[in-house]
Nanobody, 125 residues
């Protein structure tokens, strides 16, 4: 499975961006992670195969929304009210082994089998 992320860019604080991640094949749980310069990669949001279960990291709750369109094998991350601290390279990830997922497993890097190349988001103050 190949993942192609897109939609990053430069935006002012308070603005919005929508990231997309297109998968070349079927996936189960999908997640978005981010990595800021000098920091470790961190979980942002995850969504189950059906879309019925989502989970967010505390810093983005209420501002970001993850969704998916299985007919297009695509997952989205709508980011609103962006802050300078959201600046990072955003990566999408896919679990292709099992549809079983919990809030805990969604947040674990090791749960994902494939990763996209990353798309850079820069939020200016």
């Amino acid at each position: 499975v190949q993942l192609q992320a897109s939609g990053g860019g430069l935006v002012q604080a308070g603005g919005s961006l929508r990231l997309s991640c297109a998968a070349s094949g079927r996936t189960f749980t999908m997640g978005w992670f981010r990595q800021a310069p000098g920091k470790e990669r961190e979980f942002v949001a995850g969504i189950s195969w059906s879309g019925g279960s989502t989970h967010y990291a505390d810093p983005v709750k209420g501002r970001f929304t993850i969704s998916r369109d299985n007919a297009k094998n695509t997952v989205y991350l709508q980011m609103n009210s962006l802050k300078p601290e959201d600046t990072a390279v955003y990566y999408c990830a896919a679990d292709i082994r099992t549809s079983f997922t919990t809030a805990q497993t969604m947040g674990r890097i090791k749960e994902y089998d494939y990763w996209g190349q990353g798309t850079k988001v820069t939020v200016s103050s």
